[in-house]
């Protein structure tokens, strides 16, 4: 066999495929905190509790002795209204978007609310209730799971996602008021001002009521001073009468 020819590759040669060296990345040396580790660790239960539940390996009776009846009846309670209010947000999802699709010569704005009104309805069915809230009702059943969740925690988020819901239900309103309308803006009748025709009338501030403690007290001063007045009045009359005698005696000698 004869022998292959070689041939030496230059940098310059067009067809030399320069190969960077990328270096092995070194292994951090930095200690793992007890507070990532914690979290590590409570991920990890919380995945395993997950997967027991979806394998079935605790069973109703298991879950009703390790909870008790009250903590399963309001789990339960809570999974029910998490139903029908998806169930809910969805078919009034459903009916303006049909709206949508049957009706011709909508304009552009109304359009908009439409699917506006349509794709908030079903994000906070899909996200806020179907993912968080009902994850938090599987852990609240689930005898593994650390820390376990109470149903004042679904309480206290659905009412969080209430205020979502109403505003939903709200922007519903809105539509249907449209609807009626034939799907034209309402507008809206703005009040005419009063200020003109019912100016604006100062209170005076009420007389103070008399007290009677104090009238007694000005009388008394007054009398006082009244009796103080006459006496020095008094006083400087007799002073005078006896400095005019004094003088009438001393001619007279």
Known sequence: MAPVATRS???????????????????????????????????LNREKALNDNRDGLFSDSDILAHFGKEHVKGVKGC?????????????????????????????????????AFC??????????????????IDDALSPTY???TK??????????VQIQIDE??????????????????????????????NPKIVNKPAAPKP????????KARADRMKAFKAQMKAKMQASKEGKENSENAFVVS
């Open 9 to 43: 590759i230059a940098r310059s040669d067009p067809e030399y495929v320069f190969e960077r060296y990328t270096p092995k990345k070194r292994r951090s040396n930095r200690r793992v905190s007890d507070k990532e580790e914690a979290l590590k660790k409570q991920k």
């Open 79 to 115: 999974q029910e209204v998490l139903d029908k209010t998806c169930e809910k947000l969805l078919s009034l999802a459903d009916e303006i978007e049909g709206y949508k699709r049957a009706e011709s010569g909508l304009s552009e704005k109304v359009k908009g609310d439409m699917e």
């Open 119 to 136: 794709g908030k309805a079903r994000l906070l069915v899909t996200s806020k209730c179907k993912k968080q809230y009902q994850k938090m």
């Open 146 to 148: 650390s820390p376990p």
């Open 151 to 160: 149903v004042s925690d679904l309480t206290g988020f659905w009412e969080m």
């Open 168 to 197: 939903v239900e709200t922007n519903h309103q809105k539509l249907l008021k449209l609807k009626e309308n034939n799907w034209k803006e309402i507008e809206e009748i703005k009040p005419v001002p009063t200020t003109a025709l």
């Open 211 to 218: 007290n009677p403690k104090k009238a007694e007290m000005d």
